[in-house]
C-alpha cells in the first residue's frame, strides 16, 4: 500500500490512508468530539491560532484540527487519489 499524504495548511501534512471522515466543526457531536480528544491528548491542533474550520477523524482515534474548509481537504484528497491511480 502506498503511502498518501494530504497537505492540511500552512505546510501540515496527515496521511490520507489514516483519515476515517472530514468534516465542520459546528456542531455539538463534532464540539464533544474534540473535547474529547483534547482530554485524551489525542488532539493535533495544525490551525496555527487560526480559527478551526476542518476536523479530520483518523482510524486511530487522533483529531485533527485544519484551518482550511472541509471541502478544500476533500479536494485535495480526491485529486491526489486521482493522480496515483493514473
Do not use: C, W
Not at 13 to 28: C, F, W
Not at 62 to 83: C, Y
Amino acid at each position: 500500500m502506498d503511502i498518501q499524504l494530504i497537505n492540511i495548511g500552512f505546510g501540515n501534512i496527515v496521511s490520507a490512508n489514516r483519515i476515517i471522515a472530514i468534516v465542520s466543526p459546528e456542531s455539538a457531536p463534532i464540539k464533544r468530539i474534540i473535547t474529547e480528544a483534547r482530554e485524551k491528548s489525542l488532539l493535533i491542533d495544525a490551525t496555527y491560532g487560526r480559527r478551526t474550520r476542518a476536523v479530520i477523524i483518523t482510524d486511530s482515534s487522533h483529531v485533527v484540527l485544519s484551518a482550511i474548509q472541509p471541502e478544500t481537504v476533500a479536494h485535495r484528497f480526491v485529486v491526489n487519489k486521482d493522480s496515483k491511480d493514473s
